[in-house]
């Protein structure tokens, strides 16, 4: 039987008005339930550590950083619940009993690429919807709807406005390297997947979403308006300050990799050559 309850959470303005996921951080007392009165946060790669995974379980450390992960709220005060007891979690064995658990981790890198496919899965979803919507009713705006969906996906997928990171994110599961594992790879032996987690998520600015299911069915005119506004950026035509973020070897190395890697990619795809 199909159901529909669900989206009674999992269809409002937090999923971008359509049926998608959401990744929230909450300020949680000792017995596991929300204290709402604190407020909370809605989570993707352009969040702050210090905001991010409130009531969830985080092995790893974040180097120069602080988060809400392993912390509970036990006094009232939201500034005392975070230690270096909760920082640094190498397993969660000595949290619960992990023994029905796949891995007695929840690895701090896993969790950022999960923090950021969320989103992007909202983002990938809510433009179908918006476009094929548009198509079938032939809608006199469909030029402009193009336009403002593509430019708010490709800026997400290009990690334009990500919250840096102030260290070195070291995992407890080796999650980075089976992740990026999976490829594809270009020539130089280069992947979308690679993490870089020093300064950003990605090595690569660009999302491995790229490749899915989701993006290969959309419409092909809202692929064709995100091919567009990809090129703009990666091509450097783009010259927002928001962009400065992208360097020209970040750029032209996304190009390559994609030329090589990526299905039905837009013959003017060329290594870039502004700055």
């Not at 959470?9 to 929230?24: A, E």
């Not at 000595?94 to 029905?100: I, L, R, S, V």
């Not at 403002?148 to 599961?173: K, Q, W």
């Not at 594809?184 to 999302?207: A, F, I, M, V």
Request: charged share 25%; with cysteine.
């Amino acid at each position: 039987m199909r159901r529909d309850d669900c989206l009674r959470c999992h269809i409002s303005d937090g999923t971008l008005g359509v049926p998608g996921m959401m990744v929230r951080s909450r300020f949680t007392a000792p017995h596991g339930m929300p204290q709402l009165i604190y407020g909370g946060y809605a989570t993707d790669h352009r969040s702050p550590l210090e905001e991010r995974w409130g009531g969830w379980y985080v092995s790893g450390t974040a180097l120069g950083a602080r988060h809400m992960g392993n912390a509970m709220l036990a006094d009232g005060n939201p500034e005392s619940m975070v230690s270096e007891q909760t920082l640094h979690v190498k397993s969660l064995q000595d949290k619960f009993d992990t023994a029905g658990y796949l891995s007695p981790h929840s690895d701090i890198a896993a969790l950022m690429v999960f923090d950021h496919q969320m989103h992007m899965t909202n983002l990938l979803t809510r433009v179908g919807w918006e476009i094929r919507s548009a198509l079938y009713d032939k809608r006199r705006d469909l030029a402009a709807r193009l336009r403002d969906s593509a430019s708010e996906l490709v800026d997400y997928l290009l990690f334009v406005d990500e919250a840096p990171l102030a260290g070195r994110i070291e995992g407890t599961a080796g999650f980075a390297a089976k992740f990026a594992a999976e490829g594809p790879r270009d020539s130089q032996g280069r992947s979308l997947r690679q993490l870089d987690l020093e300064k950003h998520l990605l090595r690569y600015p660009c999302s491995y979403m790229i490749y899915t299911e989701a993006f290969d069915s959309l419409p092909p005119e809202a692929k064709a308006a995100i091919y567009r506004r990809m090129w703009r950026i990666l091509s450097g035509e783009e010259k927002g300050a928001n962009y400065t973020r992208l360097s020209l070897a970040d750029r032209r190395a996304v190009v390559e990799i994609l030329r090589e890697t990526k299905k039905g990619l837009p013959d003017y795809f060329q290594p870039p050559v502004r700055y």
